[in-house]
T-cell receptor, first 112, second 117 residues
Framework: GENVEQHPSTLSVQEGDSAVIKCTYS??????FPWYKQELGKRPQLIID?????GEKKDQRIAVTLNKTAKHFSLHITETQPEDSAVYFC???????????FGTGTQLKVEL | GAVVSQHPSRVICKSGTSVKIECRSL??????MFWYRQFPKQSLMLMAT?????????EQGVEKDKFLINHASLTLSTLTVTSAHPEDSSFYIC?????????????FGNGTRLTVT
């Protein structure tokens, strides 16, 4: 089955700096890669996603890149703000098409 | 946007009792729903895939007789934790895909915090 690894597990940045979270996946047939933001005790919220036919996608301060050859994808948050502090999960939809496998999560802390 | 409603949000039960959690898609039909479990500071682990009108598909290591799933309609799936024990205490989250395509966005319920005493 699919295996998704995520790094780093914790990340502290100063407000206004950029944050980068990286994930790798094992199933070369995976074709959909969403990113979720989860605040403490709440549901994961989809913040951006990318499909395998696209190399990069941007939405305001958030961008995601995908390297299919290397089987890794990254989340980039620019001009970070305190409200960006949360746990971020990457995920990959396997080649079987139905199951979403999550990474281990990154605790992002944006400090004033 | 698509909304997935999950109830209850919190439940405390005694060891040995059963707890039912409901997951509803409010403004779309979901032939497939997913049940996840999340332990503190850990990732979401898929427990089972709930299929409307048929048996659920369980992930390896998840006991189907302990975690009963019923998906009787296109908008409702239920997870029953039977004979709950303290080690079952966790955050249970359901999700449903909005749209027929396998790449359609996955929307999550608010989760249920289960505490077994």
């Amino acid at each position: 089955g699919e295996n998704v690894e995520q790094h780093p597990s914790t990340l502290s940045v100063q407000e206004g700096d950029s944050a980068v979270i990286k994930c790798t996946y094992s199933d070369s047939a995976s074709n959909y890669f969403p990113w979720y933001k989860q605040e403490l005790g709440k549901r994961p919220q989809l913040i951006i996603d990318i499909r395998s036919n696209v190399g990069e996608k941007k939405d305001q301060r958030i961008a995601v890149t995908l390297n299919k050859t290397a089987k890794h994808f990254s989340l980039h948050i620019t001009e970070t703000q305190p409200e960006d502090s949360a746990v971020y999960f990457c995920a990959a939809l396997g080649g079987g098409g139905n199951k979403l496998t999550f990474g281990t999560g990154t605790q992002l802390k944006v400090e004033l | 946007g698509a909304v997935v409603s999950q109830h209850p949000s919190r439940v405390i039960c005694k060891s040995g009792t059963s707890v039912k959690i409901e997951c509803r898609s409010l403004d779309f039909q979901a032939t497939t729903m997913f049940w996840y479990r999340q332990f503190p500071k850990q990732s979401l682990m898929l427990m089972a895939t709930s299929n409307e009108g048929s048996k659920a598909t369980y992930e390896q290591g998840v006991e189907k007789d302990k975690f009963l799933i019923n998906h009787a309609s296109l908008t409702l799936s239920t997870l029953t934790v039977t004979s709950a024990h303290p080690e079952d205490s966790s955050f249970y989250i359901c999700s449903a895909r909005d749209g027929a395509g396998l790449n359609s966005p996955l929307h999550f319920g608010n989760g249920t915090r289960l505490t077994v005493t």
